[in-house]
């Protein structure tokens, strides 16, 4: 008997190993893609403005770190929205997660509007800051002021789709970046150099395809919330009912820590990049290529990352012990599982990939030396990634928040430098550097993360 009832035992366990793992995956793998999308129509984007010449590359390329800089508290409003959410649907509390949603869109609506006004009116001098090349000065200001203008239906689509993501509606979220990029892609064709009788408009026109593309988002998450939704609502979103005072703190708090967390991290970027700046473009060509294949690794990260707040949000509500733990070890097997077949990927394509952009064989050399690190860096920054992710699905984003500064803004920076600059190790300075950091980063990940689901779920 007493065989008998473990081998029950053990059969229920494995039975919902099995369920976790196959609803993971179902909302991983749409989240996943998701990210990915972003990446190659970024891609398409630069490729479909090349033609009119490295100075229109390079006005684009430039209004990235200002936009960022400005989307990072709508980043942040969306990542609060999608925790709240989670942990509401986990309650089966439709009221507290609409009033969180409502109160979180209303915000995101309001600063759009007004930041957006305001950074149009100011594109010229706000790019005065980022940018030094008066010759690219026009068309990085014409492009900086439309996205900017009309950035309300970029910054709504993302709380839209983390708010969906918290209710594990990933495959909406998904469909709407397809249309986001066919949108994007289908304007840029019609006005970047003018087809079908359509003005060639340049910059500017690649500008209004990622309007178009935005509103297209939107439009696909609206219409599910509306339509197919029977947990979130829009109704009562334009009501003057005010949130709580308990709604709005909580809010504040959540999406202070991470503004902060997203502002430290870019400067830290910024501090690092001039760093870099500092090296010869012969030393650092190599380089730039191989940090294309940790976009992807970051991209399949930031996917698993947002399937990970999402299962872990809403055990968490459930104060389901169990079953956060098992999302937790789900998401590091997937992790690994991804960090490893792309490691493989670009160990073994390093020739063939490097080949793609240079014909000497020192630099095609170099690359495939640089793959080997970032084969490295890509299990780190997947397991760091769905650490933090699962912090945040538990509702900590202090730490997180404190991680980041120590090193982004402290270590990286600081080793970057004394690698570089006084002990001359050029290059590889700096992939040391990225190395040190992301293994303090990741061990101090799994260390705090364990601190905190025991003080978090404690009974």
């Not at 129509?41 to 430039?62: C, E, N």
């Not at 760093?275 to 012969?282: F, K, P, Q, Y």
């Not at 002990?423 to 101090?444: A, D, P, R």
């Amino acid at each position: 008997m007493e065989e008998e009832y473990q081998g029950r035992i053990t059969l229920e366990k494995n039975m919902i190993r099995s369920d976790v793992r196959k609803e993971f995956i179902e909302i991983a793998v749409p989240a996943i893609l998701e990210t990915l999308v972003g990446v190659i129509i970024t891609s398409i984007d630069t490729k479909m403005i090349a033609p009119l010449g490295k100075g229109a590359v390079s006005a684009v390329s430039l209004t990235a770190q200002p936009k960022l800089l400005f989307l990072s508290v709508f980043y942040a409003l969306g990542t609060a929205a999608s925790i709240f959410v989670s942990q509401a649907f986990g309650k089966k509390d439709r009221e507290e997660a609409n009033e969180y949603f409502h109160a979180v869109l209303r915000i995101c609506i309001f600063l759009s509007v007004v930041l957006g006004c305001v950074l149009a009116l100011l594109a010229g001098p706000v790019m005065g800051l980022f940018s030094r090349q008066q010759e690219t000065m026009e068309m990085s200001v014409s492009f900086f002021r439309i996205i900017m203008g009309f950035m309300v239906f970029q910054t709504v689509s993302i709380v839209l789709n983390a708010a969906l993501r918290g209710i594990g509606q990933t495959k909406v979220t998904f469909i709407s970046s397809i249309f986001m990029g066919a949108g994007d892609i289908l304007t840029n064709y019609l006005l970047i150099e003018g087809h079908c009788g359509f003005p060639a408009l340049g910059v500017a026109g690649d500008a209004y395809g990622t309007v178009v593309g935005t509103i297209a988002a939107c439009a696909v998450s609206i219409f599910f919330l509306i339509r197919h939704s029977d947990f979130l609502s829009l109704k009562g979103i334009l009501s003057n009912r005010k949130s709580q005072r308990s709604t709005m703190k909580n809010i504040r708090s959540k999406a202070g820590n991470l503004v902060f967390e997203n502002l430290f991290t870019r400067i830290g970027f910024l501090i690092s990049s001039l760093i870099i700046s500092g090296l010869s473009a012969d030393d650092t060509a190599v380089y730039f290529v191989a940090m294309i294949l940790l976009t992807y690794s970051f991209a399949f990260g930031d996917g698993l990352q947002n399937a990970v707040v999402s299962l872990t949000g809403r055990s968490m509500g459930a104060r389901n012990k169990q079953e956060v733990r098992l999302y937790i070890r789900e998401g590091r097997k997937v992790g690994i599982i991804i960090s490893l077949s792309l490691s493989a990927i670009y160990i073994l394509g390093a020739h063939w990939y490097f080949s793609l952009y240079f014909s000497d064989a020192v630099s095609i050399g170099q690359g495939e030396q640089y793959s080997y690190v970032a084969a490295v860096l890509t299990l780190l920054q997947i397991l760091r990634i769905v650490n933090i992710g699962s912090m945040r699905g538990m509702g900590e984003v202090k730490i997180p928040r404190i991680l980041a500064t120590i090193c982004v803004l402290i270590i990286n920076p600081s080793t970057s430098f004394l690698l570089t600059e006084l002990l001359e190790f050029g290059v590889w300075g700096i992939w040391i550097s990225s190395l040190i950091t992301q293994i303090i980063w990741c061990l101090m990940s799994f260390i705090k993360l364990n601190t905190c689901f025991e003080t978090r779920l404690a009974p």
